[in-house]
T-cell receptor, first 116, second 112 residues
């Protein structure tokens, strides 16, 4: 969907370097989420945001930070990349959890990150 | 918190075969339940959902019924096609922000 885009689509980086992934939405949805996808683990939540400058940790937040300075952008930063952070990263948006009880998410196309 | 347990894969079927992918859940109350599908190289897409017990979600020939007695939400399709080859995820909301918790995914391959 054009309503949510992730950049870059692919990235190779070296161990120890910082990396920032971007999620951009045009839907004006309040809630945004970062997940990572790894074989055998499904999708695991890293961080989420429930409004501008309002963020919270998910189940696998160690080594990651996020920022949301405006509604449309949610940035995920790997402070010092490690090989264990090689993964596919997905951003998702949702209008609200109240409607989200029956609502669901819209996902981006993903960023494939390789840490060498 | 809420959780789902999903049938392990991979699953390989011939075209026109019947499909079942099992999903059971553990939850407080009766949250909405979802099935998402991921085609190769793409993000996840909502396939279907059910918002309360005994509801049946359906889309593209796929169906799933929210069964509180067995805490299950199994995905079924009567006649699969090669184009249904994808990874399927069961999910439900969990936590204060109703963030979705996903199963581990089931890879389906349909052979012509």
């Amino acid at each position: 969907d054009a309503g949510i885009t992730q950049s870059p689509r692919h990235k190779v980086t070296e161990t120890g370097t910082p990396v920032t992934l971007r999620c951009h939405q045009t839907e004006n949805h309040r809630y945004m989420y970062w997940y990572r996808q790894d074989p055998g683990h499904g999708l695991r939540l890293i961080h989420y945001s429930y409004g501008v400058k309002d963020t919270d940790k998910g189940e696998v937040s160690d080594g990651y930070s996020v920022s949301r300075s405006k509604t449309e952008d949610f940035l995920l930063t790997l402070e010092s990349a490690t090989s264990s952070q090689t993964s596919v990263y997905f951003c998702a948006i949702s209008e609200s959890p109240d409607r989200g009880v029956g609502y669901g998410y819209t996902f981006g196309s993903g960023t494939r990150l390789t840490v060498v | 918190g809420n959780s789902v347990t999903q049938m392990e894969g991979p699953v390989t079927l011939s075209e026109e075969a019947f499909l079942t992918i099992n999903c059971t859940y553990t939850a407080t109350g009766y949250p909405s339940l979802f099935w998402y599908v991921q085609y190769p190289g793409e993000g996840l897409q909502l396939l279907l959902k059910a918002t309360k017990a005994d509801d049946k979600g359906s889309n593209k020939g796929f169906e799933a019924t929210y069964r509180k007695e067995t805490t299950s939400f199994h995905l079924e399709k009567g006649s699969v096609q090669v184009s249904d080859s994808a990874v399927y995820f069961c999910a439900l909301p969990s936590g204060s922000a109703r963030q979705l918790t996903f199963g581990s995914g089931t890879q389906l391959t349909v052979l012509p």
